[in-house]
C-alpha cells in the first residue's frame, strides 16, 4: 500500500501526459490535413469564403474558427502559389505539464500548391 500511495501520482502524471501528447499530435494532424484540403480547395477554383468553409466543415473536433485560417493571396492568377495557413491553440490538461510546455500550446499548419483554375 505504501508503495503505491508513492508511485501512484507518478503514474498517473504519466498517462495523463500521454494523453496530452496524443491530443496535441492528434491536432497537429488534423490541422495540417485541413490546410492541405483547404489549399486543394483554392487551386482548383475556390473563393476564400469556400476554403475556410470547407476547413471550418470538415473539422472534426478543434472548432477552427474564421480568424485561425489565413489565406494568401487574395487576388489569384493561374500559376502562382496558393497558401493556406491554419494557426490553432491547443488547450494543454494537465496542470504540471502545462507549466512546462506553454499552454495553450500554439500549433500551425501551412499548404502551398500552384493555382490551377480561377473561380
Keep these: 500500500m505504501v508503495e503505491m500511495a508513492?508511485?501512484?501520482?507518478?503514474?498517473?502524471?504519466?498517462?495523463?501526459?500521454?494523453?496530452?501528447?496524443?491530443?496535441?499530435?492528434?491536432?497537429?494532424?488534423?490541422?495540417?490535413?485541413?490546410?492541405?484540403?483547404?489549399?486543394?480547395?483554392?487551386?482548383?477554383?475556390?473563393?476564400?469564403?469556400e476554403i475556410k468553409n470547407h476547413i471550418i466543415n470538415n473539422d472534426s473536433f478543434l472548432g477552427i474558427v474564421n480568424t485561425d485560417i489565413t489565406i494568401f493571396p487574395a487576388t489569384r492568377a493561374v500559376g502562382e502559389s496558393l497558401t493556406v495557413r491554419i494557426d490553432y491553440d491547443m488547450d494543454i490538461m494537465t496542470p504540471i505539464i502545462s507549466s512546462l510546455v506553454p499552454d495553450p500550446?500554439?500549433?500551425?499548419?501551412?499548404?502551398?500548391?500552384?493555382?490551377?483554375?480561377?473561380p
Aim: aromatic share 8%; glycine share 10%.
Design 105 to 118: 500550446f500554439p500549433l500551425s499548419a501551412q499548404y502551398v500548391m500552384r493555382i490551377e483554375q480561377l
Design 6 to 49: 508513492i508511485m501512484l501520482p507518478l503514474l498517473l502524471l504519466i498517462l495523463f501526459a500521454i494523453i496530452d501528447f496524443g491530443r496535441v499530435l492528434g491536432a497537429y494532424m488534423l490541422i495540417h490535413d485541413l490546410a492541405r484540403d483547404g489549399a486543394r480547395t483554392g487551386v482548383v477554383g475556390g473563393t476564400d469564403t
